[in-house]
């Protein structure tokens, strides 16, 4: 019989305890996460209960699921052949989202709309594919749903005091033969069940150290000493006692003292006392207003601590600036979820891309069956996906994690009849979010800020006059031809003329604040170009002349927009380097989101700060029209602020072993710490590797990077397994605008390939920016 452990039981529970025990009926008590006991949805998890997991308009197989005791794993059956009547598990860490009803391209695809509340979809991180489920019922559903959102808010939301007692509580569960004392082999299993890489030689160390009754056991108290052991951090102990000078803890003064001489920070006696208040565990510790070692631990682990500003979590900039005065996080054929050649076209990736708060996305349309377009990579292989469909998907996601304009950017190969669909599908399923015509009662002379379009969409394309055709009475213009847009004309083969297509006067009229021109040089656009034309550049061409031609461009782009593209030979979806082309002030960086890779590091970093909107505001000299700013030449100017930026690599915690497959079973981890920025600022060094430990590695190297142009500088900490025979693996990276980066000792997260974070791995590091000497 399965039971909610509380804080509290009623008589009537201990009751039902007595009735069962009589019945010699096991019991088995869930302890719940801190804040979840007696909650029904999750009860209802536990229990679990049957699904319908559907992949196909003809497979749709009953299954049962729930959750585990542990709270953080979910059950359910498998009827594969090579593994009958077997289960299978994955973690609730393994979860990205949840989503209610036909919300999933398979469910819309493979079931009635009449069952709409019985479905929902479970999504994971990385390429794992959506497990779409339908219930008995659309209240079953609705409680799986409401389960399932609590118990991974909750793991998510742990404080370290929280995830130690769970540890210590699953520590206790993993005592295979029930006996309450766990031998160096039940220990061992359990550290691997929570993916904590330990050597062995170390692990039974301190296994003996804990053994303090020399039983070969650990009961009792001994499971909690082998635990604090285990996460025992010699580097905190060191930096505590150098400032706990009141009975062996931190007073308020102690801390501010902490606060001033280490962090850099201007910090006052009530912010020390408010960082008591907010991190001290022990409560007589927090009624004398001092900071135990536990405490201050538990400040430099959460956003207090952290390497990244925490003003900067959150929208923090001006954004009632023009358009484009900002960098806006942009993807390129964000249809495809894999390569341009063959790989599937899907919905999913519109939605992957909008939630990492992507605010261009891009749509190849063709002429599809049945009269409706479609998207997908002509000439290709890649599978089509209904363009209607993308542009639902599209409105439901747009705004979840952002709230700042969205620009659809059409390339448009479709014929007048579907270009006119295309038209009706737009203005219909996004309604008032749309902007089909400029704001305001008069013809604009710049653009509208991103404050100004929250919650809207801007499409980019083709149009067949002017603006001011708005205002003059003059927009009776009728269809016409038009050049095919730069980006189509360069993927044709070499010597093949630039197509024309009639466009359609319903298409053309939605298209307000960036129409598509051809480029014909800065000087040409400087005098015939209005402000909302803009052009499309292929790399090879925007790198050429972000390297002859930097300050030009950089004027170009202060009041207009340029849109980047990859160069047609990255058949692999492979990535340019976004930095060079910010460096010149290009706003809309297309880049394949679907690729995981050190290009896409950079792109996360970037727009990490500003509340993850994905709107950057450029620096001051990227947008004053008196600047003569050239990222290749460091003249002086406001630009020019030399810093000399100090980093020692202390240490790292609880790293992953990503390659499974080879011989060695624990890390051998190593450190880069990158630079990038202006040509001049780049750099880039690596720590030692250290030889089999992923757990508590310590390095305590010092670096220093002379800085010139500390507004355009990205700073990305890289982990990886080094192997003397062949290619190091990859463990983890963060990425972040050195703008955003706090002084003093801070924790780092680290973020898989796919940009999800490891859960408890981590660096630490001291950081001192300072004015050069």
């Avoid at 999913?348 to 009269?371: F, P, Q, T």
Wanted: with cysteine.
């Amino acid at each position: 019989v399965a039971i909610l452990k509380c804080p509290v039981y009623s008589e009537e529970h201990i009751q039902i305890f007595f009735f069962f025990c009589h019945l010699n009926v096991e019991l088995i008590v869930y302890d719940l996460s801190p804040g979840l006991e007696g909650d029904a949805d999750l009860q209802f998890l536990l229990v679990g209960g049957e699904l319908v997991k559907i992949r196909s308009s003809s497979w749709k197989k009953n299954r049962f699921f729930k959750l585990q005791e542990d709270c953080k794993t979910f059950w359910h059956e498998s009827h594969k052949t090579f593994r009958r009547n077997q289960t299978c598990e994955f973690s609730i860490d393994d979860i990205d989202s949840v989503r209610r009803g036909r919300q999933s391209e398979g469910l819309n695809k493979h079931t009635e709309p009449t069952v709409e509340e019985k479905c929902f979809s479970i999504i994971f991180k990385g390429r794992k594919k959506n497990l779409d489920l339908m219930a008995a019922s659309g209240g079953e559903a609705k409680q799986w749903v409401n389960g399932l959102e609590k118990i991974i808010s909750n793991m998510r939301n742990l404080s370290p005091q929280q995830k130690s007692d769970w540890i210590i509580n699953c520590m206790r569960k993993a005592d295979k033969n029930g006996d309450d004392k766990m031998t160096l082999k039940e220990v061992k299993h359990f550290l691997r069940q929570i993916n904590v890489e330990v050597d062995d030689t170390y692990a039974e160390e301190i296994f003996k150290k804990s053994d303090k009754s020399n039983s070969g056991t650990l009961e009792g108290s001994e499971i909690k000493d082998f635990y604090n052991l285990l996460t025992h951090r010699e580097e905190v102990d060191v930096i505590f006692a150098k400032y706990a000078k009141t009975e062996g803890q931190m007073s308020v003064r102690d801390l501010q003292t902490f606060l001033l001489n280490e962090q850099r920070e201007p910090a006052t006696i009530e912010d020390a006392q408010k960082l008591i208040e907010k991190y001290e565990l022990d409560e007589k510790a927090k009624q004398n207003k001092r900071m135990s070692k536990d405490g201050f631990l538990m400040y430099l682990h959460q956003e207090d601590g952290s390497i990244l500003n925490p003003a900067h979590k959150h929208v923090y900039q001006d954004m009632h600036q023009p358009l484009n005065h900002y960098y806006i996080s942009s993807s390129h054929n964000t249809y495809l979820m894999e390569d341009q050649l063959k790989g599937p076209s899907s919905t999913e990736a519109y939605i992957k891309a909008l939630m990492k708060s992507c605010r261009c996305v891009e749509l190849d349309c063709w002429d599809g069956a049945n009269g409706e377009p479609v998207i997908f990579h002509g000439h290709t292989l890649t599978s089509k996906v209904i363009f209607r469909d993308v542009i639902k998907a599209i409105k439901d996601y747009a705004f979840k994690t952002s709230e700042y304009p969205v620009i659809l950017s059409l390339e448009n190969h479709c014929t007048l009849d579907q270009q006119k669909l295309m038209a009706h599908h737009l203005i219909s399923i996004l309604g008032d979010a749309l902007v089909t015509k400029p704001l305001g009662n008069k013809m604009p002379t710049n653009f509208p800020s991103p404050e100004e379009l929250k919650g809207k969409f801007l499409i980019k394309g083709k149009r067949l006059n002017k603006l001011e055709a708005f205002f003059n009475n003059n927009n009776t213009v009728e269809e016409d031809t038009v050049s095919e847009d730069d980006e189509a004309a360069d993927c044709k083969e070499n010597g093949q003329k630039k197509s024309k297509i009639k466009l359609a006067k319903q298409l053309s009229d939605i298209v307000i604040y960036c129409k598509s021109v051809h480029f014909n040089g800065f000087e040409h656009a400087k005098e015939n170009q209005e402000f909302y034309e803009m052009s499309s550049l292929k790399e090879s061409k925007a790198f050429n002349l972000a390297e002859t031609s930097a300050t030009a461009f950089t004027h170009h782009n202060m009041d207009k927009l340029s849109r980047i593209y990859p160069a047609g030979t990255r058949t692999d979806s492979s990535n340019y380097n976004p930095v060079p082309m910010w460096n010149v002030g290009c706003q809309i960086v297309a880049l394949n989101f679907q690729t995981a890779c050190k290009e896409m590091d950079l792109n996360q970093g970037r727009f990490l700060p500003n509340g993850f909107c994905g709107y950057i505001l450029k620096p001051e000299f990227q947008r004053n029209l008196s600047s003569q700013f050239d990222p290749n030449a460091l003249t002086n100017g406001p630009w020019l602020k030399r810093k000399t930026f100090h980093v020692m690599v202390i240490s790292a915690q609880q790293l992953p072993k990503i390659n499974k497959d080879k011989h060695k079973s624990i890390v051998d981890p190593l450190v880069r710490v990158e630079i990038h920025g202006v040509p001049g600022d780049i750099d880039s060094q690596e720590t030692r590797h250290i030889d089999n430990n992923g757990f508590n590695p310590m390095w305590n190297q010092r670096f220093e990077f002379e800085i010139h142009v500390p507004e355009l500088v990205m700073v990305r900490f890289v982990v990886e397994d080094y192997d003397s025979t062949s290619q190091n693996d990859h463990i983890g990276q963060y990425c972040l605008p050195l703008t955003s980066v706090q002084n003093g000792y801070r924790h780092i997260p680290l973020l898989t390939k796919r940009g999800d974070v490891i859960t408890s791995a981590g660096l630490f590091v001291h950081l001192m920016l300072i004015d050069a000497q």
